[in-house]
Nanobody, 120 residues
Framework: QVQLVESGGGLVQAGGSLRLSCAVSGRTFSSYYMGWLRQAPGKEREFVASISWSGGSTFYADSVKGRFTISRDNAKNTVYLQMNSLTSEDTAVYYC?????????????WGQGTQITVSS
């Protein structure tokens, strides 16, 4: 089993920045692809970003490309999501996710989620 715990959520003004962290325990962190998904009120859950085992490959949804950066520190068993130039459209619950393959829409492991609210 893999346990994921997100932190760093909160309220931010439009145009601001936040960094989410996800601490991972259970299995060998470096064996997993990691990622972030989000779900806004009344909307479907959507993929945000993912990163390969080594961190050498990253993938982003078009809506966040150029504004968000995913990274990982395998020594700390932690994955990050740096979010810049936030807009009200980014308001959602953000979930950290892990999988043995590239994280897409339906990963195997999830965190409990952290709320991001962007005020305009």
């Amino acid at each position: 089993q893999v346990q994921l715990v997100e932190s760093g959520g909160g309220l931010v003004q439009a145009g601001g920045s936040l960094r989410l962290s996800c601490a991972v325990s259970g299995r060998t962190f470096s064996s997993y692809y990691m990622g972030w998904l989000r779900q806004a009120p009344g909307k479907e859950r959507e993929f945000v970003a993912s990163i390969s085992w080594s961190g050498g490959s990253t993938f982003y949804a078009d809506s966040v490309k150029g504004r968000f950066t995913i990274s990982r520190d395998n020594a700390k068993n932690t994955v990050y999501l740096q979010m810049n130039s936030l807009t009200s459209e980014d308001t959602a619950v953000y979930y950290c996710a892990a999988d043995v393959r590239r994280v897409r829409d339906n990963p195997t492991y999830w965190g409990q989620g952290t709320q991001i609210t962007v005020s305009s």
